[in-house]
């Protein structure tokens, strides 16, 4: 007999948005659906990469429309669940109603880890909308554990039915997630779950420890396909768990065609940790700030890691978008100066 | 000449912080705190400025209208119904600083003219008064198709009612970014930092305009538009030159307060009151202009 099981989560269509700049069509999303219902994966998520509502100047407009998306992820589902991402300050009431009403069944309402007590409402909502319910504490290396657990707390007394410990920066070593983890485990009546980025190649490692703490969902990302060097990878996450003895449900072959057959093809560049990626682990900087960054480094003439470091010691958050173009003409203006 | 008497409602962190703007006003009479909670900082600080204090909400005031010609509401969209209708029907005029909006949206530079005979007018959100000015900069120089503003403010200036209803805020936001600063569709977000020290407020405005070359027209409108907000907000500027990318317009800007009950940080909740008591003082120019005919 095999271990306790858990659910493994993909983000794929969601988290992976960032990585095409929000480009994903209606037939990429069938395909992607189709193989993940197929290869038994139960719940993946499908939104704009800073959630419902997202598509915006600020991050980057949707090519189509977030609720056309769902919808067509929906239609190719034989058993599995679709979820949205809510960022309350972004996303709004209406636009859960419409996500409900495309076919999604879960949502995950996502704030900074200090800020759990602006998605009371959204949580409500999700909660009588019938969804299944997820409070999401984004950028949890920023915070001290026992701030962590009072966070998770009030996510818990609003209704959420599972509350995750999300890694944004990928900035977290494997004893720290095994550190929050437990906490929330030992201080929690619902599930824990967490959400990964391999920005410092520890994805992987992070989720088993995740696991080994009591975890009831991990998410991953087909071939990484998510912000920064993407989260921890759907089809190698189905294989190790395997090996250490867990059930996860998820059909190997199957899950490895939809990665290498479908998404390896939608991939702009490889995910692999670039310098850039690096830094932001190291220096605890929001994922999807990636490729922002990048375009700013080329319009100012200045290098993507001094952007990063920089935007990490003014402890941005993640949504602070803006701030990486002013970042960036500062630091090219003081060089300047230096000439 | 004897000044006009104004009273607020509310003494909480906004009406108490707004009590230290009317003392500056030149047209009125900073008169009466209102709240419920006798023990709260607004209602002591009140008393302690020798002002007429009321410690059970309106009920009170309405056994002594003679204390107020007009009334600025910073309670909540609920209770502000309330007050509305009591006080509209003794002739009292009405600032609302809660998401209620029942009378319309005034953002100061933009439409106050329009609205001095209102009843009650709304002052939108914190996001809304720092941003909204610079959509309609934009929109009289080159119209705007589409109008998108991220506001980031502190999350110790974030209270709890901004934090109930984030929702309202957004949907508020982008409604009065369409019908007061002009957009065809309006967007807003809204960030909270907890970085401390506590960041000063920061939003940005993206703008699809309709047409590119208008550069020139839109940078002098800008320009204008910031000494107008600064006449009211002294430390509302631009932090860095508005960047052009086709028909894209992105404006960066950061309010700093006055310091007065909030830390200069809260420039979100500095602008609110400061806003308002500029229509205050407006209302009341207006006022005094037709009692002298």
């Known amino acids: ?339 | 000449m004897t000044k006009y008497k104004a009273g607020i409602i509310g003494s909480g962190n906004i009406g108490t912080d707004l009590m230290y703007k009317l003392e500056r006003s030149d047209q009125l009479e900073m008169n009466v705190m209102v709240g419920i909670d006798p023990s709260s900082e607004g209602l002591k600080r009140a008393k302690e400025r020798g002002y007429h204090v009321i410690t059970d909400g309106i009920e009170g005031l309405m056994k002594q209208p003679e204390l107020v010609d007009i009334v600025f509401d910073a309670t909540t969209a609920g209770a502000h119904k309330y007050h509305h209708d009591q006080l509209t029907a003794i002739g009292k005029k009405v600032i609302d600083l809660t998401p209620a909006a029942i009378g319309p949206f005034v953002v100061p530079p933009v439409n106050l003219d329009q609205h001095l005979s209102e009843p009650n007018v709304n002052m939108v959100t914190c996001g809304g008064q720092a941003t909204i000015p610079i959509v309609h900069a934009i929109h009289r120089a080159a119209p705007v198709k589409y109008a998108e503003i991220v506001a980031t403010v502190s999350s110790k200036s974030a209270g709890p009612g901004t934090r109930a209803n984030i929702d309202e805020f957004t949907r508020t936001t982008a409604r009065a970014i369409e019908e007061v600063g002009g957009a065809e569709k309006g967007k807003a977000i809204i960030i909270l930092n907890p970085a401390d020290p506590p960041i000063i407020m920061r939003d940005t405005v993206h703008v699809l305009v309709a047409e590119e070359g208008k550069e020139a027209e839109i940078l002098a409108s800008i320009e204008d538009m910031v000494k107008e907000v600064q006449n009211y907000v002294p430390g509302y500027r631009l932090r860095s030159a508005p960047q052009f990318d086709g028909t894209k317009v992105s404006v960066f800007i950061e309010v700093e307060g006055a310091g007065d009950f909030f830390p200069p940080y809260s420039g979100n909740l500095d602008i609110m009151t400061a806003a308002a008591a500029k229509v205050g003082n407006e209302m009341t120019r207006q006022l005094t202009a037709i009692a002298s005919r």
């Open chain 1, 1 to 339: 007999m095999g271990k306790r099981s858990f659910n493994i989560l993909d983000v794929t269509l969601r988290d992976g948005s960032h990585a095409v700049k929000h480009s994903f069509t209606e037939e990429q999303v069938r395909q992607v659906a189709r193989g993940l219902d197929q290869a038994g994966v139960r719940y993946f998520e499908v939104s704009h990469g800073d959630g419902l509502g997202g598509s915006s100047l600020q991050y980057g407009l949707s090519a189509v429309d977030e609720m056309k998306l769902i919808e067509a992820a929906v239609d190719e589902c034989e058993q599995a669940e679709v979820s949205v991402l809510l960022l309350p300050g972004i996303g709004v009431k209406e636009d859960l109603e419409d996500a409900v009403k495309a076919g999604a069944k879960m949502v995950r309402v996502a704030t900074h880890v200090t800020e759990a007590d602006v998605a009371r409402q959204q949580i409500e909502l999700g909660r009588n909308l019938g969804l299944k319910t997820i409070g999401f504490l984004m950028m949890a290396h920023m915070a001290p554990v026992d701030k962590l657990i009072e966070q998770a707390k009030l996510f818990e007394s609003y209704g959420a039915e599972v509350v995750y410990v999300t890694d944004s920066a990928g900035a977290l070593m494997p004893h720290e997630v095994k550190e929050r983890v437990s906490a929330l485990k030992d201080h929690l009546s619902c599930k824990v779950g967490f959400h990964g980025h391999n920005n410092l190649s520890l994805a992987m490692a992070n989720t088993i420890a995740a696991v080994e703490a009591g975890a009831a969902y991990v998410d991953g990302s087909l071939r990484c396909l998510g912000a920064g060097s993407g989260n921890t990878q759907t089809e190698v996450m189905a294989a190790v768990f395997e090996r250490l003895g867990y059930q996860t449900g998820i059909d190997l072959y199957k899950v490895m065609d939809v990665a290498n057959d479908v998404v390896a093809k939608i991939m702009p560049r490889p995910q692999e940790i670039t310098g850039s990626s690096l830094i932001m682990g190291y220096s605890g900087v929001y994922s999807s700030f990636l490729l922002h960054t990048h375009d700013a480094a080329k319009k100012f003439g200045v290098d993507e890691r001094s952007i990063l470091i920089e935007l990490g010691k003014m402890q941005a958050v993640g949504g602070q978008e803006d701030l990486i173009y002013e970042v960036a003409a500062d630091i090219s203006k003081r060089n300047k100066a230096l000439v």
